[in-house]
């Protein structure tokens, strides 16, 4: 059985996004097939809460050969996603002017699939946050369901 959700997603109002791709860009530096946020839905640093989404499209890069005829979002593409949530929430709250990169992945687990046309809601919780490190227990969820969780490090490079 998954565990509870960090965030209570049905008090999301999941068609409006605070924070758009276009303001997403002036944070993250990720482009073209990389960029795996498509907005965020929440951003509530007094409790270390954050929510993105990513709008899987029929175009994504990884369709046409995982799997073909049978398209599956890749494990690592949805941690790639949780990563970059977790970078932009660095960024925002963090007075440094540093990228933050991937410093390791933990306590993973798949739970469901992610298919185009899905929207994969990211869910962050800061559970530490140092000049030299942040760590963030995430989970992504499509219609309701916990599809993966995982805790993420960053580190400033």
């Known amino acids: 059985m998954p565990p509870q959700l960090l965030i209570d997603v049905a008090a999301l109002d999941l068609g409006k996004s605070i924070m758009s791709l276009e303001e997403i860009r002036k944070y993250n530096l990720q482009r073209y097939e990389m960029e795996q946020l498509s907005g965020v839905l929440k951003f509530a640093p007094e409790a270390g809460e954050i929510v993105c989404y990513k709008d899987i499209s029929h175009e994504e890069f990884w369709i046409r050969g995982h799997i073909p005829g049978r398209p599956l979002m890749p494990g690592v593409i949805m941690i790639e996603a949780a990563a970059q ?62 599809v993966f969780q995982a805790r993420i490090v960053g580190m400033p490079i």
């Open 85 to 146: 949530m977790c970078s932009l929430y660095f960024s925002l709250v963090s007075k440094m002017d540093k990228f933050i990169g991937f410093g390791g992945v933990d306590e993973v687990k798949f739970r469901g699939q992610v298919v185009p046309g899905d929207k994969l809601l990211l869910l962050g919780k800061l559970i530490e946050l140092r000049p030299r490190r942040a760590i963030f227990d995430t989970q992504g969820v499509v219609n309701g369901s916990m």
